[in-house]
């Protein structure tokens, strides 16, 4: 071959695969072009994000003349997308490939309110609405008295070497406001003060309003992941308050009538185990357990071993970190298993749906068939805003009611063997009176427990003090 016709083979070669950079793309932005316009099978609801998606719009003329009509189709065509999430997941495998880290999603970092020095810290003055009733004065302080020697007595584990440190240490990739290290993902959390005083406020002045029925006001805070698992200088580089101090600044700010019960160094204790899921903000049963442990030592009751309940599993799980992360490859690899313990004196519940209809369900689920994103729902049947569960084996007329949010669902099982009657309350959906319930049940001990990001977000410590005092 001379020269001459290497030149215009070479040229021949190069004319073609021109063509195919040309054509190649224009055929791939053909064919997603027609999927997208394949209105039948857009999705109409994201199950990794827990949420519905944009709506196509309503036409008006005033929207079509100032441009709102064609944006809002805009937003509409690209939510709406044929298999969106699988995109989005491919998109973070195509990213990581690079070696590319996505340092935000979802805002910038900030900091928390500073914690006050407890030294300085005075408890909230509720005098104004405590009667004075000598006899309820003197059967409360008995009780606090046997609480607290219950608290001294050995606990039911036996340990017989120190448990292993599950500290994180790792430098890990920040998403927004979620946090990646070690396959698995954590949500910062912001200490505010103003919230945590009415969180007090209202706790106390239901204690107040109520203790001359006998009625007993717990509170459970349940650290969440990041207070547990990463270690203090980590928390610090990324603004995140320390939520041990936090949670002793609110046992501070509560009345004596308050009976505080606070899982954070037990749970310290005991981070090496699997107590929060690395795929979504909630911890796991075992979390929850560890919790009633320390709930059972205030109330003066002996907890049941773990041994002691059947043990369901439901692997496959992936939680709202995975969707809030826009799937990590980190944790798309790494899914979660939602264990779950039964309760022996009954399975049985019913509860009230937002739409006021009555449903029978069972306190633990089986949830083998539900989608990877909603398997925590085998507790208690999710978030609903009434719940009753009677336990046939206690006939004690004993009664409690749970106040909770999505963590509680894991925590009131292990409730059920100890009352003959629990009633659970969403403070997020509950539109009755707290105390025209406690007394039309006779129900003694209201618990609530709350999550420390809830008692972050004044809006959410605001439905919790209008029920609590209501």
């Known amino acids: 071959m001379n020269k001459k016709q290497f030149l215009k083979q070479r040229k021949q070669v190069r004319k073609k695969y021109m063509a195919l950079r040309v054509l190649v793309p224009m055929g791939c932005l053909l064919v997603m072009t027609a999927v997208g316009l394949m209105i039948p099978i857009r999705p109409t609801v994201s199950s990794v994000e827990k949420r519905d998606l944009t709506s196509f719009p309503e036409f008006s003329v005033g929207d079509f003349l100032d441009g709102t009509y064609t944006s809002n189709i805009g937003l509409w065509y690209a939510d709406t997308f044929p298999m969106r999430d699988q995109l989005i997941a491919g998109n973070t495998v195509m990213t990581s490939m690079y070696g590319l880290k996505q340092q935000q999603i979802y805002g910038d970092l900030k900091k928390g309110d500073a914690i006050p020095d407890l030294d300085e810290v005075e408890s909230v003055d509720t005098a104004s609405n405590q009667p004075d009733n000598s006899t309820a004065q003197n059967e409360t302080e008995a009780q606090t008295e046997a609480q ?55 706790l106390s002045t239901c204690s107040a309003i109520l203790k001359d029925y006998g009625i007993t006001v717990y509170d459970i805070l349940a650290p969440t992941s990041i207070g547990v698992n990463l270690d203090d200088a980590i928390q610090e580089e990324l603004y995140s308050s320390n939520q041990g101090q936090a949670f002793q600044y609110i046992a501070k700010k509560m009345t004596d009538g308050v009976q505080v019960v606070n899982p954070y160094d037990s749970l310290r204790a005991h981070n090496s185990e699997y107590l929060y899921f690395g795929t979504d903000h909630h911890w796991t049963a075992l979390g929850a357990y560890y919790t009633y442990v320390e709930f059972a030592k205030v109330k003066g009751i002996t907890p049941h071993t773990l041994d002691q309940f059947e043990t369901l599993e439901f692997p496959g799980f992936y939680g709202t970190f995975y969707a809030s992360s826009n799937q990590a490859e980190a944790l798309r690899n790494n899914p979660d ?56 084996q206690i006939t004690d007329g004993s009664a409690c009611v749970v106040i909770k949010e999505s963590y509680g669902n894991a925590f009131v099982p292990f409730l059920v063997d100890h009352y003959q009657d629990v009633y659970v309350l969403d403070y997020r959906y509950y539109s009755g009176s707290l105390s025209n319930l406690v007394i039309t049940k006779g129900i003694k001990d209201i618990i609530f427990l709350n999550n420390a990001e809830a008692l972050s977000s004044e809006d959410v410590v605001s439905k919790i003090y209008n029920l609590a005092v209501s």
């Open 337 to 392: 298993t939602v264990v779950a313990y039964v309760p022996n004196g009954t399975n049985d519940m019913s509860f009230v749906s937002y739409d006021g209809i009555e449903y029978q369900w069972n306190v633990i689920s089986d949830a083998t068939e539900y989608d990877e994103n909603s398997k925590y729902m085998c507790f208690i049947g999710g978030d609903q805003p009434y719940e009753e569960i009677h336990n046939p």
């Open 148 to 202: 607290t020697e219950a608290q001294t007595e050995p606990q039911t584990e036996e340990q017989t070497e120190p448990l292993k440190d599950g500290t994180i240490h790792e430098e890990g990739e920040t998403f927004g406001t979620v946090y990646v290290a070690d396959n698995r993902a954590f949500s910062v959390y912001y200490f505010n003060q103003s919230a945590a005083d009415t969180y007090a406020m209202g």
